[in-house]
Nanobody, 126 residues
Framework: QVQVVESGGGLVQAGGSLRLSCTAS????????MGWFRQAPGKEREGVSC????????YFADSVKGRFTISRDSAKNTLYLIIYNLKPADTAMYYC???????????????????WGQGTQVTVSS
């Protein structure tokens, strides 16, 4: 059974930084594209940063370019997202997702073929 579990969210002041982690189990990690999505209250879910399955290609939403860094540690089956210079607009539930042999352009990932975590809340105070 595939499980995707996020951690690392919290309450942070604007300008601070945060590292989110996502550990996946029950799958062959190297075969999966991994990514981070977020959803703020009243807004649609947004793909913010993703890695293709081979790790050679990355995607960042325009709203986060230059402030978000994504990486994966295959030895630990873990995906990371480091957020720098946090802004109140970054406040959202952050979800980790996995797609087998997926590309890096995660806004195009098919929900039916995506494994989702339960999310971790990030709240940025001004």
């Amino acid at each position: 059974q595939v499980q995707v579990v996020e951690s690392g969210g919290g309450l942070v002041q604007a300008g601070g930084s945060l590292r989110l982690s996502c550990t996946a189990s029950g799958l062959t990690f190297r075969d999966y594209a991994m990514g981070w999505f977020r959803q703020a209250p009243g807004k649609e879910r947004e793909g913010v940063s993703c890695l293709n399955w081979s790790g050679g290609s990355t995607y960042f939403a325009d709203s986060v370019k230059g402030r978000f860094t994504i990486s994966r540690d295959s030895a630990k089956n873990t995906l990371y997202l480091i957020i720098y210079n946090l802004k109140p607009a970054d406040t959202a539930m952050y979800y980790c997702a996995a797609v087998r042999y997926g590309g890096s352009f995660c806004p195009a990932w098919d929900d039916d073929n995506t494994y989702w975590g339960q999310g971790t809340q990030v709240t940025v105070s001004s």
